[in-house]
């Protein structure tokens, strides 16, 4: 069975600096996603950044990037230039490339000092 | 506006009593998803529902039922069996192709049972 696993429960990071948060899976699928979820104070889940499997290059998406070793399992996020807006909870997700169910971690909570 | 919307934000109830949760979607996906989240903890899958009248169960199904009438709505009936419902329950959908595999959130609904 899948698994996901943040070793994180929580981070802090100046603002303006940068913070990698972990992530690690278990699968024996050569074919999925993975996924970066960020829940803010107001409870809305909002994707962060996606990944596919198959594709080696790193995603990015603005100020976040992601470090994913196939490999080793292991899929980290980066934000750079953080601001107080990051502050939120972090969930790392792995999903098969179907609608089937996606499995989340337990979450990384991100607390961002002024 | 495409989206997902559930109601009410808040919800109370006295114990024995079922409560149904509303979850409505207007981007035409095929999946839909319940989550239950429980303070500092990741997301559990409760039901999810690939295709219109099917429906699977999760991982925490026991205590809770769903129907899957129409590809619109997918609503959740929390029911006296369920030993501990209060909680935050989130709904989700996802497109059912292998292009994808990313779920948008609705905003949530809190559940208090007393």
């Known amino acids: 069975a899948q698994t996901v696993t943040q070793s994180q429960p929580e981070m802090s990071v100046q603002e303006a600096e940068t913070v990698t948060l972990s992530c690690t899976y278990d699968?024996?699928?050569?074919?999925?996603?993975l996924f970066w979820y960020k829940q803010p104070p107001s409870r809305q889940m909002i994707l962060v950044i996606r990944?596919?499997?198959?594709?080696?290059q790193n995603a990015t998406e603005n100020r976040f990037s992601v470090n994913f070793q196939k490999a080793a399992k292991s899929f980290s996020l980066k934000i750079s230039d953080s601001q107080l807006g990051d502050a939120a909870m972090y969930f790392c997700?792995?999903?098969?490339?179907?609608?089937?169910?996606?499995?989340f971690g337990p979450g990384t909570s991100l607390s961002v000092i002024p | 506006d495409g989206g997902i919307t559930q109601s009410p934000k808040y919800l109370f109830r006295k114990e024995g009593q079922n409560v149904t949760l509303s979850c409505e979607q207007n981007l035409n996906h095929d999946a839909m998803y319940w989550y239950r989240q429980d303070p500092g903890q990741g997301l559990r899958l409760i039901y999810y529902?690939?295709?219109?009248?099917?429906?699977q169960k999760g991982d925490i199904a026991e205590g809770y039922s769903v129907s899957r009438e129409k590809k619109e709505s997918f609503p959740l009936t929390v029911t006296s069996a369920q030993k501990n419902p209060t909680a935050f329950y989130l709904c989700?959908?996802?497109?059912?192709?292998?292009?994808?595999?990313?779920?948008?959130f609705g905003p949530g609904t809190r559940l208090t049972v007393t």
């Open positions: 989700a959908s996802s497109i059912a192709d292998r292009t994808s595999g990313e779920q948008y």
């Open positions: 529902s690939q295709i219109v009248n099917d429906f």
């Open positions: 990944q596919e499997a198959y594709k080696q």
């Open positions: 699968t024996s699928e050569s074919d999925y996603y």
């Open positions: 997700a792995y999903g098969k490339t179907s609608y089937d169910k996606v499995i």
